[in-house]
């Protein structure tokens, strides 16, 4: 079974600084792929970034950034200069190639404070 | 951009009721996915579908069914309604390129609340 723990239930910064999201992840998949998303309070899902396993590169959107640890089935979000408008729920989601649907982690909240 | 687009955005039944929630994916999308968020909780998968077929489940309970049209929009069929079954419906689309997972793009979800 496939399963993705996020253990940071709750996180807070201050506008401009920078934040990592944690996200673990357990497969014995090997072709498989993961995503964030965002979940503002309009509750509206929002896909983030998304990076396959087989790419050694780190995905990269604009301020948002993922550290990918393939070995340590590690996949950590990472926002620079963050903003007001990034306070969200930021869920971590795993699928896996044949696969028709996605495994979310438990989510963490952040806020971005002025 | 066209987006997925679910009716109706917020619904109120009682107990025992039945529900009929609604889904029209992004055009051209031939993978239909429902997921069930509880309050605080994060999406559960439900059921999904890949050319009007129903290609994999999830925890759905024996009261919900669904299915997919020839036009491609879903239909989530929920009947004795109970408490517990109030959350947040998403539907979400994608297409399906051979074996790999392409992103889904999620609707804006209806609202369901039982009382």
């Known amino acids: 079974a496939q399963t993705v723990t996020q253990s940071q239930p709750e996180m807070s910064v201050q506008e401009a600084e920078t934040v990592t999201l944690s996200c673990t992840y357990d497969t014995s998949e090997n072709n498989y792929y993961l995503f964030w998303y965002k979940q503002p309070p309009s509750r509206q899902m929002i896909l983030v970034i998304r990076?396959?396993?087989?790419?050694?590169q780190n995905a990269t959107e604009n301020r948002f950034s993922v550290n990918f640890q393939k070995a340590a089935k590690s996949f950590s979000l990472k926002i620079s200069d963050s903003q007001l408008g990034d306070t969200a729920m930021y869920f971590c989601a795993f699928s896996w190639e044949g696969a028709q649907k996605l495994v979310f982690g438990q989510g963490t909240r952040l806020t971005i404070n002025p | 951009a066209a987006g997925v687009i679910q009716s109706p955005r917020h619904l109120i039944k009682e107990k025992r009721e039945t529900a009929t929630l609604k889904c029209y994916p992004i055009p051209r999308h031939d993978t239909v996915y429902w997921y069930q968020q509880g309050p605080g909780q994060d999406p559960q998968f439900l059921i999904s579908f890949y050319e009007k077929m129903q290609s994999d489940k999830g925890s759905i309970p024996d009261r919900f069914s669904a299915q997919q049209f020839s036009d491609y929009h879903s239909e989530l069929n929920m009947s004795s309604l109970e408490l517990g079954d109030s959350a947040l419906y998403f539907c979400?689309?994608?297409?399906?390129?051979?074996?790999?997972?392409?992103?889904?793009?999620f609707g804006q979800g209806t609202r369901l609340t039982v009382v």
């Open positions: 990076q396959e396993a087989y790419k050694q």
């Open positions: 979400a689309s994608s297409y399906l390129l051979g074996q790999e997972y392409t992103e889904a793009f």
